[in-house]
């Protein structure tokens, strides 16, 4: 048997996990490095984020994926940079020398430079994140139906709810955050219910970017009819924590502004020894190589794929997973002694979009999965297709079974059970 | 219709629930305040110190209850003392105005005195301290399993799990701890799981001092058995935070100290105008009236409640429950003219005790749950009716449906999917 190479793959994210499974089955020693210990299903998190999933059903413990593979080692640490010289990746806990190199490592929130935003409003990409809005929605509701509240003001800063961005994660967060509301409506007796506004703000012309225009609308006139006062063309300036102020001169006093308005890569990325765009993602070459390395990686929301497409490859699971499977092919081949002008070129096969809105509401444009044909959607039935889709992909079989049980009874009762307050008490 | 009577109630646990739910039947006012929003079932606390359930599946959002009672109002306030003069209770968020007042505040953790315990050990009484439980005990297995850690007396100090305390609590956690660790075996690859230590200490000379001495012994047999060494009377004098000093001069060198030795009122208690025991307990009358007030009650572990027994009655759940009821009564009575001398007195029925050990473990000496015969048992049986017991109480009738199923789930497959580290990473 020959010696073993070792891969190290950083981020247990959809593509770092699926890669590690793949190479699991091959005789290589692989590292996985992920600073949380837990592998964490992205596109519902803004279920967590609404009271309406608990954590363990949307995060997996990274471990577990591995039980069965004894060539599989995970470490739980920060990357903070590669010295490709040497061939180490730098982590807070020391350095991990390598063979392979895959950068893996997902994607943050992107401010833009706002720093006032940066400060003050909620992101939502990570658990932590995701856990502290819930909480922050559930205390906002305690802190408008205080008793001792006299400050009339004070209280309608409570009760504005703003969303920055018109993603699929603003479209969600907005339409969950509603329901939400329809749940508290029957619990908080003596508040007034028509001082509550739920706001999304998108500074392009539409919303959801990845649909066809007509959805576009339907997804606009959904929300809209559910409430969310949904405002397109409108950009942020600035916000202190109470008031959002708008290009244009319009404010919004608020205590809550949550930023779903972009990504872009982990800092250290840029410390890979590889070029970076303006996101911060590295750019990589056909086969998915660093650009300048041959043993270096990357796919993902941290990798800048742009070959034979206007503009980079979109940030979602589906670019990572194809990426991971290529990649996998590519290291065994450079192992069996492939030279890296030999290796494959990665093709994305785009796989469409959709975006759940509420209750029974959806929209989807793309082939429907397992059939395959193509199709362009909206409502029940295009709701109906995004639970299957997330209920096949999440990991785990015991979370599928608990979510689709969670969703039914939500569906059929409206109930939000994880409606708990975690953070420090004021 | 008189005028409606105002009943505030501190604490949303089982004692201030009941209490609520007694009285949203009648022609009064309640308000029930609680520094947290979630009724929490403090039993199964340490399932989710140790991994087995989610959050929301014993944490439940205090206002649900209450969704059919518009005469029931809740705050979200940190009580800090009655003053019974004018009638008010002091929180952190202003007065609040009362005709009656009951105290079902419950308890938190007994130090005994001990600076250095209070400030390095883990307490499990609240649900934050049980996510910091669980998140510190999966992040010291991650601690140990790094490729870089090269000291090995502190690898060591990772992998020693001390539990203080042999009452229900530490013999619970101490068990679920050996049942987490046989999750990790299978995962942790390369970590010599012959170093791993699971240490219950006990101060006096036996554990569950509710049960039988043989009882109590099976106890032991099954703990020991399963891999804890159990230390009888044995005393901790100081913990640093990384190593334990013993009575008697044996040290442990450890990252974990759980402590579960004892609880203590709340603070606030002695501000509220009564008088308090050692253990910061309000002392109550036979008609659980507050000693020398007509309107103020204590009722659960805040209150000291000793009338015709050796010994305060203990701090349980039924205790708690039986108060409520009795002191539901008593308000009403006043309501209607009664005076306070011809208020019922309170006759506590006691239930018995049970305590889980492990899987298809527990003692359980009482009466049996529906049939009400007297039963002393261990083992399968009693485990049974443990998880029957704990079922019913349950809150939410969602959670009892997953928790059986998680329970089901993690009996035959010995499953633990909530192992998600929240902590920040170091």
């Not at 935003?117 to 408008?144: C, D, T, W």
């Not at 070459?285 to 990798?303: H, P």
């Not at 699971?317 to 069996?336: F, K, S």
């Amino acid at each position: 048997m020959a010696e073993q190479k070792h891969v190290v793959i950083v981020g247990a994210g959809f593509g770092g996990v699926c890669l590690a499974k793949e190479l699991a089955k091959e005789n290589v020693r692989i590292t996985l490095v992920d600073r949380h210990n837990y592998h964490l299903f992205q596109p519902l998190l803004y279920q967590v984020a609404t009271a309406v999933l608990a954590v363990p059903e949307i995060a997996y413990p990274t471990r577990a994926f591995f039980k069965h593979n004894k060539n599989v080692e995970f470490q739980l640490a920060s990357a903070e940079g590669v010295d490709q010289e040497r061939k180490v990746l730098l982590t807070n806990h020391g350095e991990i020398a390598y063979d392979y190199l895959v950068l893996a490592a997902g994607a943050t929130t992107n401010f833009f430079g706002n720093e006032s935003g940066a400060q003050n409003s909620y992101p939502m990409k990570s658990l932590q994140e995701a856990i502290a809005l819930r909480s922050h929605l559930v205390h906002e509701f305690e802190r408008a139906a205080r008793v001792n509240e006299t400050d009339d003001d004070e209280r309608q800063r409570h009760l504005n709810f703003v969303i920055v961005g018109g993603g699929a994660t603003g479209i969600e967060l907005a339409g969950a955050i509603i329901e939400l509301i329809d749940v508290f409506k029957k619990e908080y007796h003596s508040l007034d219910f028509s001082r509550v506004h739920v706001i999304l703000l998108e500074a392009m012309g539409s919303v959801l970017p990845m649909v066809p225009p007509d959805l576009q609308q339907k997804t606009i006139d959904v929300l809209r009819k559910k409430g969310v006062d949904v405002r397109l063309n409108t950009a942020v300036t600035d916000y202190d924590g109470s008031t959002l102020s708008l290009k244009g001169g319009d404010v919004i006093p608020t205590k809550t502004v949550i930023w779903a308005a972009g990504v872009r890569a982990q800092d250290f990325i840029k410390d890979c020894g590889g070029e970076v765009d303006r996101a911060g993602r590295i750019i990589v070459e056909e086969n998915l190589l660093v650009r300048g390395s041959d043993c270096v990686f990357a796919i993902g929301d941290c990798a800048n794929f742009q070959h034979g497409t206007e503009r980079p490859l979109p940030t979602v699971a589906p670019v990572a997973t194809q990426e991971a499977l290529q990649v996998g092919r590519n290291i065994m081949a450079l192992i069996h002694g492939k030279k890296p002008e030999e290796l494959g070129r990665f093709v994305y096969q785009d796989l469409g979009a959709m975006a759940t809105i509420a209750r029974g509401e959806a929209v989807m444009n793309g082939p429907i999965p397992v059939i395959g044909i193509n199709m362009k959607a909206s409502g029940f039935i295009a709701w109906t297709a995004w639970m299957f889709v997330h209920l096949m992909r999440l990991a785990g079989k015991y979370a599928n079974f608990t979510v689709m049980m969670k969703w039914i009874w939500n569906y059929i009762l409206g109930k939000r059970l994880a409606r708990i307050i975690l953070t420090k008490m004021e």
